[in-house]
């Protein structure tokens, strides 16, 4: 297993920045981990698929986000970051680190909310 802890969320304006991050308690995307991925949470909505990254540093991201967020990952720092740019409304949720492998592990999540 790994521990995933959140930060970066806060209250921001609709075209505004921020920067997410996932610290992880030990070394990412080793033999036990093949993908990081960020989620998101959005007040009575199921949680859904945000961008994702593979150990080889392959991205995929939701339609929703392509072009405004960008996943990437410091193995070094055992961190994996999402800076998401040209916020709108709807990008209001939780934001879910995630790590697959032999185990799924998931962070505590951290609030973004962005005002119109």
């Known amino acids: 297993q790994v521990h995933l802890v959140e930060s970066g969320g806060g209250l921001v304006q609709a075209g505004g920045s921020l920067r997410l991050s996932c610290a992880a308690s030990?070394?990412?995307?080793?033999?036990?981990?093949?993908?990081m991925g960020w989620y998101r949470q959005a007040p009575g909505k199921q949680r859904e698929l945000v961008a994702t990254i593979t150990s080889g540093g392959s991205t995929n991201y939701a339609d929703s986000v392509k072009g405004r967020f960008t996943v990437s990952k410091d193995n070094a720092k055992n961190t994996v970051y999402l800076q998401m740019n040209s916020l709108k409304p709807e990008d209001t949720a939780v934001y879910y680190c995630n790590a697959e492998g032999t185990f799924t592990s998931w962070g505590q999540g951290t609030q973004v909310t962005v005002s119109s």
């Open positions: 030990r070394s990412i995307f080793s033999f036990s981990i093949n993908v």
